[in-house]
């Protein structure tokens, strides 16, 4: 092998021994500053997740966007702000959420088209569970004015109430 050959082949190592050393403290340097541009803390009033086709899943927010039911925008009953879970056609499905002018913080759970459990705490204490379907069909237990309730209704009239409310 001929001696301008030797030298050619000893440069190319080098060079490629020199771009291999560049490029790894490179991407040591990229990668500590990538690192260390993460923030701590994300500030934001609204996050919403979506999954693989773009529909809406999750919201994060404060206060929430008033939901869809049934493909149709529909008005809350009033502002709250936490986390909503929507199913696969965008439509609201529960949310564990606070109620931003009682205090109230509540989980709900919803069919297709309505609401159908209801955890709810007081901001001064007590709450319930209650249990809904679309026959106006309730079971409620509770605690209210520092006092154990439950509530049957079937079909919208009051089948069992203890402490009793109103004349029966």
């Given at each position: 092998?001929?001696?301008?050959?030797?030298?050619?082949?000893?440069?190319?190592?080098?060079?490629?021994?020199?771009?291999?050393?560049?490029?790894?403290?490179?991407?040591?340097?990229?990668?500590?500053?990538?690192?260390?541009?993460?923030?701590?803390?994300?500030?934001?009033?609204?996050?919403?997740?979506?999954?693989?086709?773009?529909?809406?899943?999750?919201?994060?927010?404060?206060?929430?966007?008033?939901?869809?039911?049934?493909?149709?925008?529909?008005?809350?009953?009033?502002?709250?702000?936490?986390?909503?879970?929507?199913?696969?056609?965008?439509?609201?499905?529960?949310?564990?959420?606070?109620?931003?002018?009682?205090?109230?913080?509540?989980?709900?759970?919803?069919?297709?088209?309505?609401?159908?459990?209801?955890?709810?705490?007081?901001?001064?204490g007590g709450g319930h569970l209650s249990?809904?379907?679309?026959?106006?069909?309730?079971?409620?237990?509770?605690?209210?004015?520092?006092?154990?309730?439950?509530?049957?209704?079937?079909?919208?009239?009051?089948?069992?109430?203890?402490?009793?409310?109103?004349?029966?």
């Amino acid at each position: 092998m001929d001696t301008d050959r030797l030298r050619r082949l000893e440069r190319q190592v080098r060079i490629l021994t020199l771009g291999w050393v560049v490029t790894i403290v490179l991407g040591l340097t990229i990668g500590a500053k990538w690192q260390a541009d993460q923030p701590e803390s994300l500030r934001v009033r609204q996050l919403t997740i979506v999954d693989a086709d773009g529909t809406e899943r999750v919201w994060i927010g404060a206060p929430l966007r008033d939901p869809f039911v049934q493909g149709r925008r529909t008005e809350r009953a009033g502002p709250v702000s936490g986390i909503v879970v929507l199913d696969g056609q965008g439509n609201e499905r529960g949310g564990f959420v606070t109620s931003d002018k009682s205090g109230e913080v509540f989980l709900g759970l919803d069919s297709e088209t309505a609401q159908e459990v209801l955890f709810l705490v007081n901001p001064t204490g007590g709450g319930h569970l209650s249990f809904f379907d679309s026959d106006k069909n309730l079971a409620q237990i509770g605690v209210l004015n520092k006092r154990p309730t439950l509530v049957l209704r079937e079909r919208g009239e009051t089948i069992f109430e203890q402490p009793r409310t109103q004349d029966q």
